[in-house]
């Protein structure tokens, strides 16, 4: 008998270290969600199996279970489908799937939600979050594109199957609350690094103090960003990203945020971080941004918006989307948060368990006593 086939022989079986079932809450018509009992998931190649110990509320959620986009299941639209949607949550490693050597039962890890299919164009160039085969992932038209609590089921469950390409390891100082916002710093530092380019000693603004927009504008002042500026129009939140990094914060129901910025930096910034996704903060984010400068749209508009394009075009304004978290930022951002450059606990306001799941929604929805980033616990 070989080593390894003692190794193999040794080793738990999954069902010793897994259990078969699971409680996970699952979306039925829209708003409408159920908590019940499932199978508990079981790991493929190259995946694991998560034990869920915290995962974050983000807007984007309440949009899948409210409207379905951008969620994709079987093709269509995610209701009453069995589905269990949540993904910004963090875990400890409970199985591996076969072959799977480059993590052990037992690890902390935190996850970024794409799993791209590893063979189209963008998939290619590392932009797995703009994958073309986003949704192919079921029978019939399985292209290999995973992307948890969007196209595959996520976080509001105890468990879940994660490909090892989306885990961070998360190191043993930090809490389960903080690694579970990890996410949220990855996605702001994807538009800034990735795909903005951001150089340190350049100027910043965020507009939308909202939990993406603070720990933006905590990232880029941890990038070197100089000045940081963050407008908004609520004050506590402006008063939590001033202890994030932001250098002023501007109060644009008292003044003219793009005015503010033009006296701040004399002749706009070099960066723009939109988080509000409304026309209004659109147009601000053009009329504030330098010439030649970049605007990264943080949030998903509802509808059309009118925005004064001719401006942009005439002052070589780059302006471009952001979906996620890609080509591993969840990576750096963890690395920037373990190294104490920004504190990402100040967002977490409010903790609930996963049987409590429609009133935390509540209270991300409706910002009941000053909500900003709420999270499960989904094993208590």
Not at 367 to 372: H, K, P
Request: charged letters at 20%; one cysteine or more; glycine letters at 12%.
């Amino acid at each position: 008998m070989t080593v390894s086939t003692v190794a193999r022989e040794t080793a738990p079986r999954l069902e010793e270290v897994a259990p078969a079932t699971m409680r996970a809450w699952v979306l039925k018509n829209p708003n409408e969600l159920e908590l019940a009992t499932k199978p508990a998931p079981r790991p493929g190649p190259a995946e694991v199996l998560v034990r869920i110990d915290a995962v974050a509320i983000c807007a984007t959620d309440l949009e899948v279970i409210g409207e379905g986009p951008p969620a994709l299941v079987n093709g269509g639209l995610p209701f009453n489908q069995g589905f269990t949607p949540g993904h910004e949550y963090m875990g400890t490693v409970a199985a591996l799937g076969p072959n799977v050597d480059e993590y052990q039962v037992g690890d902390r890890v935190t996850v970024e939600i794409h799993a791209g299919c590893g063979r189209c164009k963008r998939c290619r160039e590392g932009m797995y979050t703009a994958c073309h085969n986003y949704g192919a992932n079921y029978p019939g038209a399985d292209k290999g594109h995973r992307a948890n609590g969007f196209t595959t089921n996520g976080g509001f469950a105890q468990y879940a199957v994660n490909h090892i390409n989306t885990l961070v390891r998360v190191p043993d100082s930090m809490t389960d609350e903080e690694a579970a916002l990890v996410v949220t710093a990855g996605t702001s530092m994807y538009g800034f690094t990735e795909l903005g380019g951001l150089l340190a000693g350049e100027s910043v603004v965020v507009i939308g103090p909202g939990p993406i927009g603070l720990l933006g504008a905590a990232t880029a002042k941890a990038l070197g960003a100089n000045p940081v500026i963050l407008t908004g129009t609520r004050k506590d939140r402006l008063a939590i990203g001033a202890k994030l990094g932001a250098d002023h914060t501007i109060d644009s129901t008292a003044e003219d945020p793009v005015a503010a910025v033009m006296r701040l930096t004399s002749k706009g910034a070099d960066y723009v971080l939109d988080c509000a996704g409304t026309e209004e903060s659109v147009n601000q984010a053009i009329r504030m941004t330098n010439r030649g400068g970049k605007i990264c749209l943080a949030a998903f508009p509802h509808g059309l918006v009118k925005i004064d394009l001719a401006y942009a075009v005439q002052n070589n304004i780059y302006l471009y989307g952001i979906r996620g978290e890609g080509r591993s930022a969840t990576h750096r951002a963890l690395a920037l948060m373990a190294a104490g450059r920004f504190d990402a606990k100040l967002i977490h306001t409010h903790t609930f368990a996963l049987a409590d799941l429609p009133e935390a929604l509540r209270h991300a929805r409706d910002r009941v006593d000053g909500a900003i980033k709420v999270i499960l616990k989904p094993q208590q």
